[in-house]
């Protein structure tokens, strides 16, 4: 009886171990994904803003400008801060050996969006051309980066291995060649190098964003007393 029991809270150890394993590597994955699709609203967006500006001319009623910009703002600011965000999960030295993470694609992908919150935050980039230009260099460096490790490291080469000839598994090929040696699960190496960087860096973007915000909060607090309901200057219309 006792030995029946033993073998019960065991077997139920054991599963629950397995259960929350497979859980974390689940959750872990689908962030991954969602992050792709983030990077691509991202940058698709920035890269739109003629687009926007173009339409927002058209309108003949405030408000329908005010709301149509608003949409423009939070669909390109809330997707670079998602990613860098969720993004923050490719910097645990755990994830690097849960699933397949494109080292050091994706991870340094994930800096140069922080790169453009950084830029965001110290500088007006709808105001001052050449740093808006500056943080669309780093949206589309982030997501090449993001995608191309998406692509050629994270897919599995076993699978697309049935495509010849351009995918074998040997890594005499492109394709075998990038999923072995960039694929975290295979290359310890330079997943923990590629961690010790990429993370040093996102410190260093989050420390001198802290910074910024210490040395103009008082600034901040005047700004919102005195400016409670601020004017979109960038479309360069007046009241009509």
């Not at 830029?119 to 090449?144: A, Q, S, W």
């Amino acid at each position: 009886m006792l030995l029946d029991d033993l073998m019960i809270n065991l077997f139920l150890q054991t599963t629950a171990a397995t259960l929350v394993t497979a859980g974390s590597i689940y959750t872990e994955t689908t962030i991954a994904v969602i992050i792709q699709l983030l990077v691509i609203l991202a940058l698709s967006i920035q890269i739109a803003r003629v687009y926007f500006l173009r339409i927002l001319r058209k309108f003949t009623l405030r408000l329908a400008a005010d709301i149509w910009w608003l949409l423009f703002i939070i669909l390109r600011d809330a997707s670079i801060f998602l990613t860098v965000f969720l993004g923050i999960t490719l910097f645990w030295p755990g994830t690097y050996q849960d699933f397949a993470i494109a080292v050091p694609f994706q991870p340094l992908a994930i800096n140069f969006f922080a790169f453009a919150l950084l830029i965001m935050l110290i500088k007006d980039t709808d105001e001052e051309p050449k740093y808006n230009t500056l943080m669309t260099v780093f949206i589309l460096i982030g997501t090449i980066l993001y995608i191309f490790g998406t692509v050629f490291v994270t897919e599995s080469a076993v699978s697309l291995a049935v495509l010849p000839p351009t995918v074998s598994l040997s890594t005499s090929n492109f394709w075998g060649f990038i999923n072995y040696y960039f694929n975290s699960m295979n290359n310890p190496t330079l997943s923990i190098y590629t961690f010790y960087f990429c993370f040093a860096l996102f410190g260093l973007t989050g420390l001198i964003a802290v910074i910024y915000s210490f040395k103009n909060s008082k600034l901040a607090r005047g700004s919102i007393t005195t400016n409670p309901n601020p004017i979109i200057k960038q479309t360069g219309q007046a009241e009509k």
